[in-house]
């Protein structure tokens, strides 16, 4: 009797209510992938010791902040989401999910993982996971995305905070290490995702969000794309300088940044966006080869 | 009626997605307390 009144009286909802799918895919599972593989790397490479399992609880607690600031982003921009062909079949648009759902599941994700991280690792690690999660919602996602071609540069923040997570779970505090891994990741996103936004400017047009090729055209952010790769060079080289990497990192990174230059110069000089989407592809293969670079050189010099 | 079946059979399957979560959560806090007193 109730399931019959809730399918007179559910509306535009969806009648069979959202998959487990649905939930799993707000937690934008590919971005967390990447968030906890930089996490992991912080926690690999700071000083000192955490216990296996604290850590492990550290680094599902970053995964569960990470999917939750991923589910109220997905709240927030339903709307651009709808309109966008890359995103228009997320639970949402799509009408799997209702609004509220979606907000109420992120919420409770995100105090929970800020909770379990302060009780099981330790506050800054906690206080750093919420720090993350409020700029990815508050500053990127509601103020700065709508707003500003620079939404991606300041924005990127958010990304790159969870090695020095990582760090700040097994030390306690933050080092120039982890601002040398945050820094890494700051630098790395913007010709990342402007690289993506080259060869999708018209769907970012279509939502009205203002990234770089909108506003200001392809030649101007193949220059800024170029100049963001310039400068990634020797921010890749600050781990080794400050001693967290060694020299075989070293070396992997000046080889990665070389490539990652001349892939942002061949954009600059060919038409269209001829060669966007190699250098999208690449700076993903960039980021995860220059941290396993890092975590393999750490576990080798270990077991030595 | 098909319909009905459909969606007792995708609560069933939230129910016992949210049994586990449960369960899991249990188990997470009794293996940090364990951890965090020296037990482990």
């Known amino acids: 009797m109730a399931e019959r009144q809730i399918e007179l009286t559910a509306g535009a909802a969806p009648i069979e209510g959202p998959a487990i799918g649905d939930f799993v895919a707000l937690l934008k599972p590919r971005v967390m992938s990447l968030v906890v593989f930089t996490a992991v790397a912080g926690m690999v490479l700071a000083p000192g010791a955490l216990h296996p399992v604290l850590a492990a609880i550290a680094v599902l607690c970053i995964a569960v902040g990470a999917g939750a600031a991923g589910a109220i982003n997905m709240w927030y921009d339903r709307d651009i989401d709808a309109v966008m062909a890359r995103t228009s079949t997320r639970p949402l648009p799509a009408g799997r999910m209702t609004p509220g759902d979606a907000l109420g599941f992120g919420a409770v994700l995100a105090v929970g993982s800020v909770s379990v991280m302060a009780l099981a690792v330790n506050w800054t690690a906690a206080a750093l996971l919420a720090l993350t999660i409020a700029f990815y919602v508050f500053v990127y996602t509601i103020w700065l995305k709508r707003r500003t071609p620079q939404n991606i540069v300041i924005g990127g923040a958010a990304g790159a905070f969870p090695p020095m997570i990582g760090w700040a779970a097994v030390t306690g505090d933050v080092g120039l290490g982890a601002i040398a891994l945050f820094a890494l990741i700051f630098m790395w996103t913007p010709p990342h995702f402007w690289a993506l936004s080259l060869y999708r400017s018209g769907d970012y047009a279509a939502a009205g969000i203002p990234m770089l090729p909108v506003v200001a055209g392809s030649g101007e952010t193949k220059r800024q794309i170029l100049l963001y790769a310039l400068l990634l060079m020797p921010v890749s080289l600050v781990p080794t300088v400050l001693g967290v990497a060694g020299l075989a990192y070293g070396a992997v990174a000046a080889a990665m940044s070389a490539v990652f230059l001349a892939l942002a110069w061949q954009v600059r000089r060919r038409d269209g966006h001829a060669g966007a989407p190699r250098l999208f592809g690449f700076s993903i293969l960039y980021l995860f080869v220059l941290f396993a670079a890092m975590i393999a050189e750490r576990l080798v010099a270990g077991a030595l | ?40």
């Open chain 2, 1 to 40: 009626m098909p319909r009905l079946s459909e969606l007792h059979k995708r609560r069933r399957v939230r129910n016992f997605a949210l049994l586990t979560v449960l369960l899991g959560l249990v188990a997470l806090f009794f293996v940090m307390s364990m951890v965090r007193m020296g037990g482990w």
